[in-house]
């Protein structure tokens, strides 16, 4: 455990699935302001003008010892498909370039069936983990200001969709036509953490 | 999944113009971004105007910020740009009329809901106040609780989880950022120095907050504003102290902005101080910041 600000406090967990559980138990629980999971830790805000900070570590850290186990819903299976490169994928090229593949290579190794690690950044972004270790890349070291709607990145070993338009720092290697939030609907996400998506290839949206 | 904490940008700005027109401090209310608003009445109706130094008036002539104003059918209130400061508010006695989309009236402007249909205001747009209960009387925000519009800022802030990453974390503080014409209610760019991480630009991402401040390969700041993403994946090398997080609202390309150290234990004093000093004039300022 460690702090991550006046009013923040950050635990290790081993994977996304297990950030997500804990992260679900403790936004049940009325100790804290914000629980919120990444893909290896989990950070609370808690209300310092109320809450010791000791008070606020030993809570957390019994939280994070009894992480509930795994339940096995049947998850849904939603099909993404990409116009890969391009104008829609603008940093494919130098993605290629960098680590050696052809764009065909490229596409062959990206397309199959992923699982959604978590939603989080904005409304609806999905981290999809197992990405082909062939396929690992940095951030762009300046995020991007504008990054359209469906587009596709990848960094750090995972696919991420841009739910949204708005800045961006993956590299962007294709678009999606699928809508992956919407405001008006009774369920505005799409995706959830555990779905599983497939990438497929296609040449027009 | 993703949604940001939203609201005001300066929340604090926003209570004080719901106080003088008899509402809690989180009654939607209307945010300006530089430029201002002009409104025409089909009704009476009872307004504050708080935030942004800007000129302000009814039916032409000139109005004073932080105090109470009763408007009659027909009248033009106008709020002109922001001369210091970034955002003006404006609140109705009964709040204003809005989407609630996730248990929240907030515009989020990026993902489009919210607000008035999830967008900025437009020429035309008709409004609808709810019925205010009771009539509000004049007020007038006390001189010591109306928060100056600076050039130069000050905030205090702290260390956080990638801090230690820092080649010289020191340097975080005591000096001079420029605010960089990149700023909105996402995030906003310091200019002026920078930094670099031993961390690469694989980071696994972690979650970050309004007043997380980032630092991307490229070496410049970013400090989170409430419009933040609820992850990231560059390293977290400072947090604004949450006493302070509703300047981040004001903070105008071109000003300058000198971050403070402050230690948890130092935060944590400092901000009960405040909602002390605060207390007798907002009583829910523990809600506010």
């Not at chain 1, 981290?127 to 200001?145: A, K, W």
């Amino acid at each position: 455990m460690r702090s991550a600000g006046d009013d923040l406090l950050s635990v290790a967990v081993a994977d996304p699935q297990t950030a997500q559980r804990l992260a679900a138990v403790l936004r049940d629980s009325d100790d804290w302001i914000e629980a919120v999971a990444g893909v290896n830790s989990v950070v609370v805000r808690f209300d310092i003008a109320t809450v010791l900070r000791a008070d606020a570590e030993k809570r957390l850290g019994i939280a994070a010892a009894n992480i509930p186990e795994p339940d096995e819903r049947q998850q849904a299976r939603v099909e993404i498909p990409v116009i890969y490169g391009g104008e829609f994928g603008p940093d494919l090229q130098f993605v290629c370039e960098k680590l050696g593949l052809t764009r065909r290579e490229f596409i062959q190794i990206h397309c199959g069936e992923y699982t959604v690690d978590m939603l989080g950044f904005i409304p609806g972004f999905a981290y999809i983990g197992g990405l082909d270790e062939r396929l690992n890349i940095d951030r762009l070291p300046e995020p991007r200001q504008y990054v359209p709607a469906g587009s596709i990145g990848i960094a750090g070993g995972r696919s991420g969709i841009y739910s949204l338009p708005g800045p961006g720092g993956w590299p962007l290697v294709g678009r999606t036509s699928r809508k992956l939030f919407d405001a008006t609907a009774d369920d505005p996400f799409t995706l959830s953490a555990g779905a599983r998506v497939i990438f497929t290839a296609v040449d027009s949206l | 999944m993703g949604v940001p904490y939203s609201g005001p940008a300066d929340p604090l700005s926003m209570a004080l113009a719901n106080r003088l027109v008899g509402n809690g401090s989180f009654f939607p209310a209307l945010e300006t971004t530089l430029t201002g608003v002009t409104l025409a009445f089909n009704s009476g109706a009872t307004l504050a105007i708080t935030g942004a130094t800007a000129r302000c008036t009814l039916n032409g002539s000139d109005v004073p910020q932080h105090v109470t104003i009763a408007v009659q059918r027909n009248d033009v209130v106008s709020v002109g740009a922001a001369e210091k400061g970034v955002r003006s508010y404006i609140a109705f006695a009964g709040g204003l009329g809005a989407d609630e989309v996730l248990g929240s009236c907030s515009t989020y402007l990026s993902a489009g809901f919210g607000g008035h249909a999830g967008r900025a205001l437009q020429k035309g747009d008709e409004l609808r106040l709810h019925d205010a209960h009771g009539i509000s009387p004049g007020l007038e925000t006390p001189a010591e609780y109306r928060l100056p519009m600076l050039d130069a800022w000050t905030i205090r802030a702290g260390a956080s989880a990638e801090t230690a990453s820092l080649q010289n974390p020191q340097q975080l503080f005591d000096r001079k950022f420029t605010i960089a014409s990149r700023s909105d209610r996402m995030g906003i760019k310091l200019d002026g120095h920078k930094f670099a991480t031993s961390i690469d630009g694989q980071m696994p991402s972690v979650p970050v907050f309004p007043g997380t401040v980032q630092c991307p390969q490229d070496g410049s700041l970013f400090v989170l504003s409430i419009d933040a993403g609820t992850t990231g994946g560059y390293p977290r090398v400072a947090k604004i102290a949450r006493m302070d997080l509703h300047l981040l609202g004001q903070l105008r390309s071109g000003n300058s902005l000198t971050l403070i150290e402050r230690k948890e234990d130092d935060a944590v004093r400092e901000l009960r101080a405040k909602h002390a000093y605060w207390k007798t004039w907002l009583t829910d300022i523990a809600d506010v910041i």
